[in-house]
Structure formats: C-alpha cells, structure tokens
C-alpha cells in the first residue's frame, strides 16, 4: 500500500473550495446581486457523474439538485448561496470564467475535475477543458504541471478541448491525487496500467 499523499483527495476534509474543479471544466458559476450569492452548476455527458458531483457537494454541506437542462442535457447545479460568492468571485472576471492567479490545484479539486469531465484513452487520460473559455487552457495547464501532471493541450480536432496526461508515472501520480473510483465510475477513471 502507497503513501497517502498530504494533496490527495483523501488526505483533508472536503472543503467549498474544492468546487473548484467543476470549474476547471466545463463547470460555470454565476454571482448575483453584486456578489452577494452565487450558483455553481455543470452539463454532464452521464448521469453517474451528476450522481456522484451531488453526493460530492453534499459532502461540502451543499445541496445540489440534477436536472436537465435546455438543451436536454444532464445538468447539476445548487441554489444561489452565499458560501460560494468567494469561489465565484474567485473565478470569474466580470462574467467572463477565468482560473485565478496562483491556482494551486490538490487532490480533491482534481478529483472533481476527474468527476465532471475525465476519461481514459488509449494514449492517457483527459480532463475535459471548459469549450467557452480557452483563455483558462493555458492557466489550467500550468496548474496541473506545478501538481506534478505536466499534459498535453489537446484542440478539438485531437478530442479537446483538454488536457491529457500520459504515462506510467503520471497516471500513478494522478490516481494517487484523486484516489479510488466512485461506485459506477470505474470505466471514466484512470488505471496505473496505461500504457507509455
């Protein structure tokens, strides 16, 4: 059995700040009257994942409701509330998304940026990128290598936006930041096995 590492997802007590990786994917978050709440939400491909980012926020001691949203897609997202004005504003220049300077990014953010938009692929793993924002792609990238993951950007035309993360050692060090699968995610999480 490994180290437990003091940035792994299990290693601290979930905290509100850690919805901050919802946001480094195609997560949004919308403040309202003049910063006084805000509101984090996100469009999922699979309903396991809304599962598993509501029992996430509910670990936060915020309830998240999933829905559908316009377009018919699986939507989560929470009430307008006052705990998340300091995320939002955090994350948002005007109301244009944008990662905050210095953004270090731990396990448990990872580990919901894993949720939200990560998938294996034969050459590694991707984390989703938001499609809205591409000036967070450069800055998110940097985060990740300063986390020990440095990655690769990926446009569309490759699968992108996002950030794939490859090799033997790495996929080691990201499932140790993220650590293990939800119940239903094991085909979305990263396995040391990949291949080099």
Excluded at 123 to 137: F, I, Q
Excluded at 163 to 187: F, S, T
């Amino acid at each position: 059995m490994g180290q437990l590492s003091f940035y792994s997802a299990e290693a601290r007590t979930p905290r509100v700040a850690d919805l901050a990786g919802l946001l480094c994917g195609p997560g949004q978050a919308v403040s309202f009257g003049r910063g006084t709440a805000a509101r984090v939400s996100v469009v999922v491909p699979e309903r396991w994942r809304a599962a598993a980012l509501a029992g996430a926020f509910a670990e936060r001691g915020i309830e998240a409701e999933v829905g559908t949203s316009e377009e018919g897609h699986v939507l989560v997202r929470t009430a307008f509330r006052v705990d998340l004005t300091v995320l939002a504003a955090s994350w948002l220049r005007g109301a244009v998304k944008a990662v905050p300077p210095g953004f270090d990014l731990d396990g448990p953010a990872l580990r919901l940026w894993a949720l939200t938009a990560g998938h294996p692929v034969d050459s590694g793993y991707l984390l989703g990128l938001d499609p809205h924002a591409p000036d967070t792609h450069e800055p998110l990238r940097a985060a990740l290598a300063m986390a020990g993951l440095p990655a690769a950007l990926l446009g569309v035309r490759a699968g992108g936006p996002a950030l794939r993360v490859a090799g033997r050692r790495r996929i080691g060090r990201l499932v140790e930041l993220i650590g293990p699968p939800p119940r239903g995610a094991e085909a979305c999480w990263p396995a040391v096995a990949v291949s080099q």
